[in-house]
């Protein structure tokens, strides 16, 4: 079984609803972040959290949330989709040796 | 601040050819640096990573990386490209408060026979 799992691996939505990316690790480790890739931009980072009980704003946090229910789980919300948030989303997660280990993305389309 | 440039969005090779992948970055501090590459439809894997130490640093599939701090460069090599190599590759710098990774644009490989 993967180490980092998302759930869904690809979604349709439509502008205005609201919807949770997931995000699940068997790997033990503290820390957890949320990024989105763009073509021709890279990855750019959302969300990130170190434990449960904290969460730290990214580059481009706008327009999302993030909830840390475990240490095993880490959630995004985009509460009122638009268009422009249309992209590859990732999780990751980190023992706090800078590598980190990523699942395989969930593609959002938002129409 | 941290920053990475990846020269060449997209580079091609043909198969057994040398495959050389650029990256600058731009750290305050000593950088921590790492190559990830990412397959079709897939996440990022790590290829290999620069911490400390011997400034060569070798990966997984044949790839090496070398630091060169004079250049601020961390160019990915490898000797000899296989088809198996056409993929995204991302090239990583930890930001200067040492809590999340700065990755450059991504550089496209593509190998041909």
């Known amino acids: 079984d993967a180490d980092v799992t998302q759930t869904p691996r690809n979604r349709i939505t439509k502008t205005g609803k609201r919807i949770m990316l997931e995000c699940s690790q068997t790997?033990?480790?503290?820390?957890m972040y949320w990024y989105r890739q763009d073509p021709g931009l890279g990855l750019r980072l959302i969300y990130y959290?170190?434990?449960?009980?904290?969460?730290n704003k990214g580059e481009i946090s706008d327009g999302y949330s993030v909830s840390r229910q475990a240490q095993a789980k880490f959630s995004l919300s985009l509460e009122s989709a638009i268009p422009n948030q249309t992209a590859l989303y990732f999780c990751?997660?980190?023992?706090?040796?800078?590598?980190?280990?990523f699942g395989p993305g969930t593609r959002l389309t938002v129409t | 601040a941290q920053s990475v440039t990846q020269l060449g969005s997209h580079v091609s090779v043909s198969e057994g050819a040398l495959v050389l992948l650029r990256c600058n970055y731009s750290?305050?501090?000593?950088?921590?640096l790492f190559w990830y590459v990412q397959y079709p439809n897939q996440g990022l894997q790590l290829l290999l990573k620069?911490?400390?130490?011997?400034?060569l640093v070798k990966g997984i599939n044949g790839f090496e990386a070398e630091f060169k701090k004079s250049e601020t460069s961390f160019h990915l090599t490898k000797p000899s490209a296989h088809m198996s190599d056409a993929a995204e590759y991302f090239c990583?710098?930890?930001?200067?408060?040492?809590?999340?990774?700065?990755f450059g644009k991504g550089t496209t490989l593509s190998v041909s026979s």
């Open positions: 990751a997660t980190s023992a706090g040796s800078y590598e980190q280990y």
């Open positions: 620069y911490t400390t130490g011997a400034t």
């Open positions: 750290s305050s501090v000593p950088p921590y």
């Open positions: 990583a710098v930890v930001d200067q408060a040492g809590t999340a990774l700065i």
């Open positions: 959290s170190f434990d449960v009980k904290d969460i």
């Open positions: 790997k033990g480790h503290d820390r």
